[in-house]
């Protein structure tokens, strides 16, 4: 097993060729993971303890190269930070990539592999799900680390946050219509929801419930095709998504669909999602959305239902208490949109804003 544990020896090794060194300044620690007998790549990012352990989920994902796979994980475990703080939860930033197709790579000895570099941290991070992760994986992390949540509900834990994440970006859609209607109710809205996963499909179920109209679009065909069927929703192709008229745009799938490109071609008025890190180059996509007259619900501040699910595993609270936590991401998002309009500020700089107070509090 070959373990490499600072940056600096990581580039030493040639195991990294091109840092940003703008995304990875700050962050505490950064762990290269390689076991080949397990054929297990990735990368451990800690970018906060200040406020408590840094807890954030692990990503399987099929990266073009390993550095794609460190600008992900060090942008994630950043917007971990501040999502903790700004849920007001005791918790750090932090996060975990694997290097691999979750389809095609998973194996239980890869999960146990990936657990024993948690373990090695001592308790610095906590992982979790994210894409291509499931509470069966972390059933296997378990084996060997203790620092892990999300593990399935028959052995005590939380099980998949998904379903309280889209609890809290639907609260957080309600918050944002409520700011720029002057009224939550959602009834015949449409709604473009892109990436029907987990986060997605419980979140076009909510949005059904209050009569929305929706229309999806995922890369994955044969799971769209099977969500439009089974959900009564309409489709839209790739080519066509960004060219239709939406009230609210959902990003439910990676992050940086706010782009140069998209934010030209978009016609709504709100975006509210669950995806991490949507905004390509924060202090620059967010002030164009503002520009545009969009209403963009920053991403780190509504998705953060899961993380107060996996929070409650640890504190041991009930569903109701969790629930009661995610419904306050409503006021939360109306109190920032406020602030952004007050302050003439961009909603993401406003949320960065509260949440960096707390930090330096
Ligand atoms: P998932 O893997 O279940 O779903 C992601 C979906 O997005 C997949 O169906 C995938 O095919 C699709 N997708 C990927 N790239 C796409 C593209 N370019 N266009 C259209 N579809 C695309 O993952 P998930 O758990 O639902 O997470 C979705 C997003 O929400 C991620 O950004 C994740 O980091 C974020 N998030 C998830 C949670 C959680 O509790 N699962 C919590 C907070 C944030």
Redesign the pocket.
């Known amino acids: 097993m070959i373990k490499i544990s600072t940056i600096n020896e990581a580039i030493s090794n040639n195991e990294v060729q091109a840092l940003d060194s703008s995304i990875y300044n700050g962050h505490e620690k950064i762990l290269f993971c390689k076991d080949t007998s397990t054929n297990l790549k990735a990368i451990i990012a800690v970018h906060s303890t200040k406020l408590g352990p840094g807890l954030g989920?692990c990503?399987m994902w099929d990266y073009k190269n390993q550095n794609e796979a460190l600008n992900d994980v060090l942008r994630l475990s950043r917007g971990m930070t501040y999502k903790a703080s700004i849920t007001g939860l005791n918790l750090g930033g932090g996060k975990a990539v694997i290097i691999g197709d979750s389809k095609k790579d998973k194996t239980k000895k890869l999960m146990e592999s990936f657990g024993e570099f948690v373990e090695s941290l001592g308790g610095k991070y906590i992982t979790a799900?994210?894409?291509?992760m499931n509470p069966a994986d972390m059933k296997d992390i378990r084996t060997k680390t203790s620092h892990v949540v999300g593990t399935p509900k028959e052995m005590g834990g939380s099980g998949d946050?998904?379903i309280v994440?889209a609890y809290g970006v639907y609260m957080g859609i309600k918050g944002s219509a409520k700011f720029r209607w002057g009224n939550d109710n959602l009834q015949n809205k449409k709604v473009f929801v892109?990436?029907?996963?987990?986060?997605?499909g419980f979140l076009i179920d909510y949005l059904k419930k209050d009569g929305c109209e929706i229309i999806i679009?995922?890369?994955?065909i044969e799971?769209m095709s099977e969500i439009a069927s089974n959900k009564n929703v309409n489709i839209v192709t790739e080519n066509e998504m960004f060219n239709k008229s939406y009230d609210i745009y959902a990003p439910?799938?990676?992050?940086a669909t706010l782009n140069d490109e998209n934010i030209e071609a978009l016609k709504c008025e709100i975006i509210a999602g669950?995806?991490?890190n949507q905004l390509e180059k924060e202090g620059f996509h967010d002030v164009l959305l503002k520009k545009k007259n969009i209403l963009y619900a920053p991403d780190f501040l509504i998705?953060a239902g899961?993380l107060i699910n996996v929070y409650s595993e640890l504190k041991k609270w009930d569903n109701e208490k969790t629930l009661r936590m995610t419904e306050n991401i409503y006021d939360t998002t109306i109190s920032i949109l406020k602030r952004s309009e007050e302050e003439d500020i961009s909603t993401h700089k406003a949320a960065l804003s509260i949440a960096k107070e707390r930090l330096n509090k």
């Open positions: 989920g990503r799900e994210d894409v291509g946050p998904s994440t892109q990436g029907v996963g987990k986060v997605g679009n995922d890369i994955d799971k439910c799938a990676l992050g669950g995806a991490n998705n899961g």
